[in-house]
């Protein structure tokens, strides 16, 4: 049976063969974007050499069955033709991780809205399922209570919120070499979603972001960017961090992320002092 289908995948033209190599890619990676899967399985395919009639459907029908193969045994027999971001949560879903919910950590903002004295609280749900030595990084930090002070210094609506940088530069730099493995992609980077911001593969040190963009960010899924929890209360003020910096140094006006490192939080309340910030971050007792 093997060899038959072996066989089959012989008779696949070049622009057929490319396009099952980027599936089983996407596949193999957790690459699920609707760019990336939304190819049909039923377009006609055009040559430039003459074939007799009954060759042209004697090909087409190899084809199709080949085709029609390779969807059985990826994926069960799923319809692969069209594919939304709805399907892709679906996808993640259907083979969810194992094992139950963490610790919670209550996070206390100031200056919501770069409004001095505007407080409020979120609250994010570890899942060591979904990424064990996130969570176990996370859960480190807190127990050190290093998020206390720590500037929201990178806000963008409908996008992301991060932080993650101490604000005394003796305490980051203690960090700053201690780099993460990194987890594999279980869940997909949906709103809410708490995840470690990298700088390539296995750089995961303190920074953190919350995804915003109420349709989710999936498209940072194939990219590696590993959820570790989730905010189960308080979205409304994840939604009040003040924004009003932008984007950061260099591609904006916003902190620049080398001088928070070296400098801290005294170079944050001088150039940027309508930040919010984190007042405490601790377990949930």
């Known amino acids: 049976k093997i060899t038959k289908q072996k066989n089959k995948i012989n008779y696949l033209d070049k622009a057929e063969k490319n396009t099952m190599n980027q599936f089983l890619t996407a596949i193999l990676f957790l690459g699920w974007s609707s760019s990336a899967m939304g190819f049909s399985t039923v377009q006609p395919v055009h040559h430039t050499t003459t074939r007799s009639s009954s060759t042209s459907l004697h090909m087409a029908t190899r084809r199709r069955d080949t085709l029609r193969w390779f969807r059985r045994a990826l994926l069960g027999g799923i319809s692969l033709s069209t594919v939304s971001e709805a399907g892709i949560k679906a996808a993640y879903a259907e083979e969810p991780a194992s094992g139950g919910p963490g610790r919670t950590v209550v996070f206390t903002v100031d200056n919501l809205e770069g409004i001095e004295g505007n407080t409020g609280i979120f609250k994010v749900q570890l899942q060591p399922s979904w990424a064990p030595r996130g969570v176990?990084?996370?859960?480190?930090?807190?127990?050190?209570?290093?998020?206390?002070?720590?500037?929201?210094?990178?806000?963008?609506?409908?996008?992301?919120?991060?932080?993650?940088?101490?604000?005394?530069?003796?305490?980051?730099?203690?960090?700053?070499?201690?780099?993460?493995?990194?987890?594999?992609?279980?869940?997909?980077?949906?709103?809410?979603?708490?995840?470690?911001?990298?700088?390539?593969?296995?750089?995961?040190?303190?920074?953190?972001?919350?995804?915003?963009?109420?349709?989710?960010?999936?498209?940072?899924?194939k990219q590696g960017f590993s959820p570790i929890g989730k905010v189960i209360e308080g979205m409304d003020v994840v939604d009040q961090m003040y924004a009003g910096y932008g984007e950061g140094a260099p591609g904006g006006k916003g902190p620049n992320q080398g001088l928070i490192q070296s400098k801290g939080n005294a170079y944050l309340k001088e150039s940027f002092p309508k930040l919010s910030f984190i007042s405490s971050g601790n377990f949930d007792s």
Do not use: H, M, Y
């Open 136 to 221: 176990d990084r996370f859960e480190e930090l807190t127990s050190n209570g290093f998020w206390n002070d720590c500037r929201i210094f990178r806000v963008l609506p409908g996008f992301v919120v991060q932080f993650g940088v101490n604000g005394d530069p003796d305490t980051q730099s203690k960090w700053r070499s201690r780099n993460l493995r990194d987890d594999p992609v279980k869940v997909s980077n949906e709103r809410g979603t708490v995840v470690f911001a990298t700088a390539g593969k296995d750089s995961r040190t303190t920074q953190l972001f919350v995804n915003t963009r109420p349709q989710g960010n999936t498209f940072l899924d």
